[in-house]
């Protein structure tokens, strides 16, 4: 048989211990079997279906050798209770098993045993008793060497099922084995070379199965149904198959598992006896026994030791579905629950009466039956059976049955059944598709994981063409290919597992027209900004009954800018989800998610004022009114902030020219006094904080926690020519203005009488004008930079 050729990889020779690191033996020796039943109040089960042992559990042992068998073995059952405390003598029963009235074992498991191990052994005189001395003197080693052997035992169940399954699809379809392979070594969490995928049909099952010793993954499951002592054997696994002997890293437990058994049992080994390991394969009412070592009948004998269930609370398995809250088709052909987290279900006969429970409106709960199939990764119906179910729509099933004697319910799945029901767009608006590029369409429909295929077709007479598709979320995302489309009608095919007719979704492509990427607007804000490409296309917005109409466009590398404002603010609060409805020119409609920022830092100009530095030499420049400010001149203005506004140590205030050529940010560091949480006084030297080019209205803003407020006035900037004289002679002529910088004035005026005016050419570059003479009142100069600025010349003397 093929099961037979299995390598344990692990044992070596047992009866040196130094042997261990040697190439290991194979277990294909067929040694006897055991034949135990197990009762439990008043359920008795078949020992392949017994996980786990409890106090109280009646067993029936029964070795099941041939009826000329020469050699006579006694049976021999073990109860242990840890590895510090020796089990009485009591714990221990024999039964000969060539004798046809004591050739069976019935007992009970008595309160306080934790592990029970069987020993066959030879019938020499003595032997019993040095067994029963053995496992009392080192309790803790045979606690480990029934661990390990449960171990290896359920490793090998599983890898058993995998080779069983990989054999039996060679023989009756191996093209399918690339499709089974892949599930069978999940479902049951073997290792497989995916390179043997790509050779050959008539090779691929070879390939699969070699090395095949090294193909067990570790499984939390089957290590904790072991494990009944500190210390996991699934640690010492790993451990040791990242030896040379273990293969270097081939996560292969069984390989280190039972490789610690030999180490265990070979301290043992005496003159009279020797130890061998049994590995028990579950056979229905029997523990089949196979061995690595042939039995000797000389001195030292063999004693064949191999482990029962352990004696603990049930570990139920860990199930769960395979591709998480997706729901399961049940009108499709082969219906699978798919689930992983627990290979056993596949490779013993632990789990038991196994169904889908559905909850029905109507009614009792309908039952299903189940089969663990791991060529399908999961539970399978009986051909029929699902169809007694008549669901309608979506219904919620819980898969329930037995682990051992113990009731448990696994995980719950939603079960969608196909109907006639049409397919839409999903959401309030039908899908927008852009020619020229791929375009992802939501659908919502029944039973999304029913669906089958779904295909495209452009206008009223092309040819269909499958599309792809994603179930996500109760909904259908397809993927339609419009890169060289036209505009026009397109109409989506859709095909379901139980639905008698195909569904179709019949949507319109438009040439590239305007591209969103969102609206954002301050909390107590009219208007906001959208952002996007081709926005001269929007018509309106309406967010919560709420109308926006377009105003200034602006473009930048970026993209487009749109304000949109409304004539009232609306009541949202930042951090709030909202959903806006654009409009556009061509009739369209599209929806704009709507980013609501922190409310802008609101505040009022109480006023400001501008300290001129001395200058010296006989000439007075005095520039006339309030709303403007020297370029030299210092300037300080204050502000007041205005509810919600609150200002601190973190409050900025910019000031910048009104083109924003030129701009200061100010903050407590920088220029910002910080009177009371409601009002500050900033200070700025334009001149110098701006740049000698800088000239014409000031405008300033408070930003809060990197949010802006509106832009405001404060003055207008002016730059002054430098005067260094005025020189009159008698009589009049006119006077003489001399200085630098003289291009800055646009024109020299008697400050009593305008009428009296010179022109200053554009770009004038000379040191010296000739003006009207003063009078009283001195000369008005009109400055270039502000048509209304003028500044008042006048001697000192």
């Given amino acids: 048989m093929t099961n037979r050729l299995l390598r344990a990889c692990a044992l070596g020779a047992v009866l040196l211990p ?104 030879p019938d020499t005189g003595g032997g019993v008793d040095a067994v029963i001395g053995a496992v009392r003197g080192k309790p803790g080693t045979f606690v480990r060497a029934s661990q390990d052997l449960t171990q290896a035992a359920l490793d090998r169940s599983r890898l058993d099922a995998f080779l069983d399954g990989i054999h039996r699809r060679e023989a009756s379809d191996p093209t399918q084995l690339e499709r089974v392979s892949p599930l069978l070594a999940r479902s049951l969490r073997i290792k497989i070379d995916q390179s043997c995928l790509l050779k050959p049909t008539d090779l691929q099952a070879a390939c699969l199965t070699q090395n095949h010793d090294a193909l067990v993954l570790a499984d939390s499951h089957s290590s904790s149904i072991a494990e009944t002592l500190a210390g996991t054997p ?3 696994a790993l451990q040791l198959s990242a030896t040379p002997q273990g293969g270097y890293g081939y996560y292969s437990p069984y390989i280190g598992v039972v490789r610690d058994v030999a180490r265990l049992l070979g301290a043992f080994q005496s003159a009279q006896l020797q130890y061998i390991p049994a590995l028990a394969l579950y056979r229905g009412d029997a523990l089949a026994l196979l061995l690595n070592a042939a039995p000797s009948f000389r001195k030292p004998q063999s004693v064949l030791v191999t482990a029962l269930p352990p004696v603990e609370p049930p570990h139920l398995p860990p199930l769960k579905p395979t591709d998480g809250n997706a729901a399961v088709c049940v009108s499709r052909p082969g219906f699978t629950l798919p689930v ?43 051909p029929g059976a699902i169809d007694k179910l008549r669901l309608a729509g979506v219904a919620d099933g819980t898969l329930h049955g037995a682990w051992g004697f113990q009731p448990f319910d696994g995980p719950k799945f939603r079960l969608e059944s196909a109907s006639d029901a049409t397919w839409r767009t999903a959401g309030d608006d039908p899908a927008t598709l852009v020619i020229g590029r791929d375009n992802a369409v939501a659908l919502e429909g029944a039973a999304p994981s029913c669906v089958d295929g779904v295909t495209m077709r452009l206008g009223s007479s092309g040819t269909p ?35 008698a007719q195909p569904t179709n979704v019949t949507l319109r492509s438009y040439a590239e027209a305007s591209r969103v990427d969102g609206f954002a607007l301050h909390a107590g804000d009219a208007g906001g900004e959208l952002t996007g490409a081709r926005l001269d296309q929007v018509t309106g917005l309406m967010v919560d009954g709420t109308a926006f109409r377009p105003g200034a466009l602006t473009h930048g590398g970026d993209g487009d800018h749109l304000m949109l404002t409304a004539t009232a603010a609306g009541n949202w609060q930042p951090g709030q989800a909202v959903t806006g409805k654009l409009s556009f020119a061509d009739g369209r409609t599209a929806a704009v998610k709507v980013t609501i920022d922190a409310p802008r830092p609101v505040a009022t ?139 800055l004035a646009a024109a020299v005026s008697n400050a009593a009488s305008p009428a009296a005016r010179v022109e200053v050419p554009q770009g004038f570059t000379g040191s010296s004008l000739a003006v009207p003479r003063p009078g009283g009142s001195g000369l008005s100069i009109s400055l270039r930079d502000a048509p209304g600025a003028i500044v008042t010349v006048a001697s000192s003397r």
């Fill in 234 to 236: 699934t640690d010492i």
């Fill in 465 to 499: 063409q499958p599309v792809a598709f994603q179930r996500q979320n109760g909904r259908l995302t397809v993927t339609l290919p419009l890169a060289k489309a036209r505009p026009g009608e397109v109409t989506l095919q859709i095909s379901q597992a139980g639905a």
């Fill in 605 to 743: 100009l109480i006023g400001h004022s501008a300290e001129v530095p001395p200058r010296s030499g006989p000439i007075r420049l005095r520039l006339v009114g309030d709303s403007y400010v020297a370029a030299d001149a210092r300037l300080s203005f204050s502000l007041r902030a205005a509810d919600p506004t609150s200002f601190s140590a973190a409050t900025q205030v910019e000031v910048a020219t009104e083109d924003g050529s030129a701009g200061k940010l100010l903050t407590i560091a920088d220029g910002v006094a910080l009177q009371d949480p409601h009002v500050v006084v900033a200070t700025i030297s334009p001149g110098t904080a701006l740049g000698p080019a800088a000239y014409g209205p000031l405008r300033w803003r408070v930003i809060q926690n990197g949010t802006s407020g509106d832009w405001q006035p404060l003055a207008t900037l002016v730059r002054l020519p430098v005067i260094d004289g005025l020189a009159c002679p008698g009589g009049d002529k006119p006077c003489t203005l001399s200085g630098t910088r003289l291009f």
């Fill in 18 to 121: 130094a042997a261990a690191a040697a190439d290991p033996a194979p277990f294909d020796l067929t040694g006897p079997s055991l034949k135990i039943s197990v009762t439990r109040g008043s359920a008795t089960l078949p020992i392949s279906a017994v996980p786990n042992l409890a106090s109280g559990d009646k067993l029936q042992i029964a070795a099941a050798l041939p009826p000329d068998q020469a050699a006579h073995y006694v049976l021999v059952t073990a109860f242990m209770r840890g590895a510090t405390n020796p089990p009485p003598k009591n714990w221990f029963f024999k039964a000969e098993t060539w004798k046809k009235k004591r050739n069976t074992l019935s007992l009970t498991v008595p309160d306080g045993a934790q592990q029970a191990i069987v020993f066959l052994v």
């Fill in 340 to 382: 992983e987290g627990a290979p056993l279900i596949y490779s013993t006969g632990f789990a038991r009466t196994m169904a889908l429970r559905v909850a029905t409106k109507d009614g009792p709960d309908a039952e299903i039956a189940l089969t663990a199939d791991p060529e399908q990764g999961g539970y399978v119906a009986a």
